[in-house]
């Protein structure tokens, strides 16, 4: 009945929600294993410093972008690494423009920036000529991402800071992180903040939910088994095992405030060595 029910209301553009606690009431479930010293409210205060470093600067340059500050260190970080060799960049969300621009600006001159909306004006803000492109579709189509990235991919970096929807996250990251998503590159999701805020909340499971699981995946070759079974030299020692391709391929799950970010890897089986 509730699946129904959920259904019913995702058809009339209404709330589809699970009702998570900490959704409904606004407070915060913590588990009794945490010792009270760590979870007592303590006052935070506002920021007052801007960011100091260059994509900071190229921002401050530009006009039509909208951008919280504590995330050009995240950005830096993990984009940093990219920037010296021509990539292709796939941004979910267009808006005005200007972060399109903002991240030409910030790579290899020689990278191609594609940015995706469901906003047809939004074309305008393509610049072909310096390899910026802006293509027009949602990004809860699968089909429509298969286009872009048979047109534009495989993509290095993946910037999903579109609708910020729950069900658009999820669907955008299960249609690109396989196929879409190069071996070494870096899947980012922005903005999940509002896997908490009721609006946007329109899936049974969050964004956050379904990241909270791929910490699970990420250690997947461990379930049911023994230290022995990844020893070096061991007569038990596994050679192969079958996992999830989530497992198989996730190199490491950076959580920050507001941002999860994805590095695709190839993986090998864990070794151990006793000397």
């Given at each position: 009945m509730r699946k129904l029910l959920n259904k019913l209301l995702v058809k009339f553009g209404l709330l589809i929600i699970k009702a998570p606690t900490l959704l409904t009431d606004k407070s915060l479930t913590t588990s009794d294993s945490f010792p009270l010293a760590l979870t007592e409210k303590v006052?935070?205060?506002?920021?007052?410093?801007?960011?100091?470093?260059?994509?900071?600067?190229?921002?401050?340059?530009?006009?039509?972008?909208?951008?919280?500050?504590?995330?050009?260190?995240?950005?830096?970080?993990?984009?940093e690494a990219y920037r010296n060799y021509p990539i292709r960049?796939?941004?979910?969300?267009?808006?005005?423009?200007?972060?399109?621009?903002?991240?030409?600006?910030?790579?290899?001159p020689d990278s191609t920036i594609v940015g995706i909306d469901i906003d047809k004006t939004c074309k305008d803000h393509e610049i072909a000529d310096r390899k910026v492109f802006v293509r027009i579709g949602s990004q809860a189509d699968p089909d429509f991402l298969a286009e872009v990235t048979a047109e534009f991919?495989?993509?290095?970096?993946?910037?999903?800071?579109?609708?910020?929807?729950?069900?658009h996250q999820n669907i955008s990251f299960g249609a690109l992180f396989r196929d879409a998503l190069t071996d070494g590159g870096c899947y980012m999701v922005e903005d999940v903040h509002t896997n908490y805020w009721l609006k946007h909340v329109d899936s049974e499971d969050t964004f956050i939910d379904l990241s909270k699981q791929m910490i699970d995946m990420l250690h997947?070759?461990?379930?049911?088994?023994?230290?022995?079974?990844?020893?070096?030299?061991?007569?038990?020692?596994?050679?192969?095992?079958?996992?999830?391709?989530?497992?198989?391929?996730?190199?490491?799950?950076?959580?920050?405030?507001?941002?999860?970010?994805?590095?695709?890897?190839?993986?090998?089986?864990?070794k151990s060595e006793l000397r």
């Open positions: 006052t935070v205060d506002e920021a007052t410093d801007t960011p100091e470093n260059e994509l900071f600067d190229i921002f401050s340059a530009d006009t039509n972008v909208h951008k919280w500050h504590h995330y050009f260190d995240i950005y830096t970080k993990h984009f960049m796939l941004e979910i969300g267009v808006f005005r423009g200007g972060s399109l621009r903002m991240w030409k600006d910030y790579f290899h991919g495989p993509f290095d970096i993946i910037l999903d800071d579109g609708s910020h929807k729950t069900h997947e070759p461990y379930f049911d088994r023994k230290e022995t079974d990844f020893r070096h030299g061991h007569p038990d020692a596994a050679r192969h095992m079958e996992l999830s391709y989530l497992a198989a391929n996730i190199g490491s799950i950076a959580f920050y405030d507001s941002i999860v970010v994805f590095d695709k890897k190839k993986r090998v089986l864990p």
